[in-house]
């Protein structure tokens, strides 16, 4: 009698039997199913089939939804963002409509730099308020689970700053939160000529904090040229693994810096980004259990190459889609336009961008358990369209709004 019956789903999006992360061709099987109901109680999905096969009365349920002509697809998990930040960045923006690169405006002392030296000045409180928005703001446009990343600290105690907001949120938001300690994002001035220095600070005085206090799941590194060598990825990377922290890897975004490399052999979870990709390093990701995470805002809004995603699932890689919400290259956290842009400039289907996007980002965050698809025992993470005329339409009227409401743990947010 508590239970919330959702009727006359026009489309019941991502029902499978049984959860797989998915790779190559399965990656464009999508189960669905047409006319369908789908039942709710506290913040779990109770029941769900089609609409002839419903065996209670309307008056068995406390409430019911009627979803006449809108699909429903569970909530998008986001598995890269950088949301924990000071301020935006709009003057490196025009520098670069002015013509500077992402890696000049580094150079230069801008870029994650300029983040973190504003972030050092923010307070936890101001952190903390500034990020809770935008989990608001992505939620509402359907993102259920998200991984926050640390990065723009670089010293002890900012880079632990930075963990203990995303902490915070994790207890208070509905969203589904993981953390990830990214202290090796780029080398701080102070350590510039002194990359040992700084990479002792990682292991010898943040990792053991991060333990005790379990400020983390995930290590990350951004192996690229000019940050972090492929071998300092392994190092660190490893020393992660130590305390139990399994690797995400920042790779192959603007050169070919080994990361692919360095995290297929750390057995990362996930490698991401991959705007950067040759042959072997497809072979050798698709020959791994390392999930591909692409981030096509991210390519946009740099005006790089799109990642080679029919490349990759044509190799048989399991792929994930994430925005990497950051101020520097994806001011956005919208994983609509995400998927909307993997279908048009990566010629993805929109069996695969929802699948990506879905399930396969929460086997990158090892939520599938809980989210990811619409199996009886998740939690209900759902997005109701409007009525829209079929599945294709959400990603081919990009920058339309699609979404009705969205459902997080059995509310509507
Ligand atoms: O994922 N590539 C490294 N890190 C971020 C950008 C960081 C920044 O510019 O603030 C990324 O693109
Ligand atoms: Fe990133």
């Not at 700053?161 to 509905?174: A, D, G, Q």
């Not at 350590?191 to 991060?210: A, C, N, S, T, W």
């Not at 040759?278 to 072979?283: K, V």
């Not at 290259?329 to 609509?336: A, R, V």
């Given at each position: ?10 489309l ?59 699909i ?41 730099l ?18 809770w ?27 632990l700053?930075?963990?203990r ?28 000529e ?30 690229e ?39 297929v ?8 980004h ?31 190459p ?67 698809s ?40």
């Amino acid at each position: 009698m508590s239970a919330t019956l959702i009727r006359d789903i026009k489309l019941l999006v991502n029902t499978p039997e049984t959860d797989t992360c998915l790779r190559g061709k399965e990656l464009a099987v999508l189960p669905v199913i047409e006319n369908a109901y789908l039942i709710m109680e506290d913040e779990f999905i109770t029941g769900l089939g089609r609409m002839e096969e419903l065996i209670y009365p309307e008056k068995h349920f406390k409430s019911v939804i009627n979803a006449t002509g809108q699909i429903v697809l569970p909530a998008w998990c986001d598995s890269h963002t950088h949301i924990v930040f000071a301020a935006t960045r709009e003057e490196e923006f025009i520098d670069k409509l002015k013509g500077m690169s992402y890696a000049d405006i580094a150079a230069k002392g801008g870029g994650i730099l300029n983040s973190a030296r504003k972030l050092g000045e923010a307070s936890e409180s101001m952190l903390f308020n500034d990020a809770w928005k935008r989990l608001e703001e992505v939620s509402k446009m359907g993102t259920g689970s998200i991984e926050i990343k640390s990065g723009y600290g670089l010293t002890v105690e900012s880079e632990l700053k930075m963990l203990r907001v995303i902490k915070k949120l994790k207890e208070k938001s509905p969203l589904t939160i993981k953390a990830t300690f990214l202290g090796a994002h780029t080398y701080p001035p102070a350590f510039k000529e002194d990359h040992e220095g700084y990479i002792r600070q990682i292991i010898d005085e943040m990792l053991p904090v991060i333990a005790k206090e379990k400020l983390a799941d995930y290590i990350d590194v951004f192996c690229e040229t000019g940050f972090f060598s492929r071998e300092e990825t392994i190092r660190i990377g490893k020393a992660g693994m130590a305390i139990g922290l399994k690797p995400k890897i920042h790779a192959n975004q603007l050169n070919l810096s080994g990361g692919t490399e360095a995290g297929v052999e750390l057995g990362a979870l996930s490698v991401d980004h991959l705007e950067t990709m040759e042959e072997s390093t497809i072979r050798l990701l698709a020959g791994s259990s390392t999930i591909g995470t692409l981030l096509p805002t991210a390519a946009f809004f740099l005006r790089m190459p799109f990642q080679p995603a029919r490349q990759l699932i044509d190799a048989g890689c399991a792929l994930a889609l994430a925005s990497d919400y950051n101020p520097g290259s994806s001011p956005s956290g919208n994983m609509n336009l995400v998927t909307s842009m993997s279908c048009i400039q990566m010629k993805m289907l929109p069996e695969e961008v929802i699948n990506a996007a879905t399930i396969n980002g929460a086997f990158a965050m090892e939520v599938q358990d809980k989210t990811g698809s619409i199996r009886p025992g998740k939690k209900a993470n759902l997005i109701f369209t409007q009525p829209v005329p079929n599945l294709a339409t959400l990603f081919y009227s990009f920058g339309t709004n699609h979404i009705e409401k969205v459902i997080l743990n059995g509310k509507i947010v």
